[in-house]
């Protein structure tokens, strides 16, 4: 059964850096493109990263980019995103989401129905 487990999350102030981690579990994590997405209230679930499952590309959503890093770290299983110079803007559940490698190339990645799997995602508040 595949997991997808969040973690990280908490208050803090603006202009401070959190690291949220998403452990994988029941697949091949390295089979999988992983993608961090978030979701404030009343809003809709927006791309912020996309990882490729080597690692080697990587892919932001223009709000983050310069402030935010995706890594992955195959050996165990878990993806990382490091965020920097946080804003109140960035406060929202944080969610991770799985896509086979091995399905078609021709999908878009910054779009939430392009991957098979999702965490339960953990909250990131920024306080200004």
Avoid at 73 to 99: E, F, H, V, W
Wanted: aromatic share 14%; hydrophobic share 30%; charged share 20%.
């Amino acid at each position: 059964q595949v997991q997808l487990v969040e973690s990280g999350g908490r208050l803090v102030q603006a202009g401070d850096s959190l690291r949220l981690s998403c452990a994988a579990s029941g697949v091949t994590f390295s089979n999988y493109r992983m993608g961090w997405f978030r979701q404030a209230p009343g809003k809709e679930r927006e791309f912020v990263s996309h990882i490729s499952w080597s690692g080697v590309s990587t892919y932001y959503a223009d709000s983050v980019k310069g402030r935010f890093t995706v890594s992955r770290d195959n050996s165990k299983n878990t993806l990382y995103l490091q965020m920097n110079t946080l804003k109140p803007d960035d406060t929202a559940i944080y969610y991770c989401g799985a896509r086979n490698r091995f399905r078609s190339t021709n999908y878009d990645y910054s779009l939430p129905g392009s991957y098979d799997y999702w965490g339960q995602g953990t909250q990131v508040t920024v306080s200004s």
